[in-house]
Nanobody
Framework: QVQLVESGGGLVQAGGSLRLSCAAS????????MGWFRQAPGQEREFVAA????????DYADPVKGRFTISRDNAKNTVYLQMNSLKPEDTAVYYC?????????????????WGQGTQVTVSS
């Protein structure tokens, strides 16, 4: 069992930055690849970024590539999402999730545990 708690969301102007954190319970954090997803009102949940168990491999959705960076600190049981050059279309609830696979999937159904989400609002 893994419990995930996101933090760091908020209101920011377009062009600004936010850093999301996701703290995981348990002593096996390094056994899980991790992902970030987001869901805007009236939209389906979509993949944002994923990182492998070791942190050596990362994957990004095209809309965030070059602006967002996923990282993890296995000693702190935490995964991060650094979001720069934010746009109004980045407004959504952001969720972190844990995947038993090695590299982190783009498919939400492959994730085993989810956090409660943190709201990110980008004003124009």
């Amino acid at each position: 069992q893994v419990q995930l708690v996101e933090s760091g969301g908020g209101l920011v102007q377009a062009g600004g930055s936010l850093r999301l954190s996701c703290a995981a319970s348990g002593r096996t954090f390094s056994s899980w690849s991790m992902g970030w997803f987001r869901q805007a009102p009236g939209q389906e949940r979509e993949f944002v970024a994923a990182i492998s168990r070791s942190g050596g491999t990362a994957d990004y959705a095209d809309p965030v590539k070059g602006r967002f960076t996923i990282s993890r600190d296995n000693a702190k049981n935490t995964v991060y999402l650094q979001m720069n050059s934010l746009k109004p279309e980045d407004t959504a609830v952001y969720y972190c999730a844990a995947d038993r696979g090695s590299y982190g999937s783009r498919w939400s159904h492959e994730y085993d545990f989810w956090g409660q989400g943190t709201q990110v609002t980008v004003s124009s």
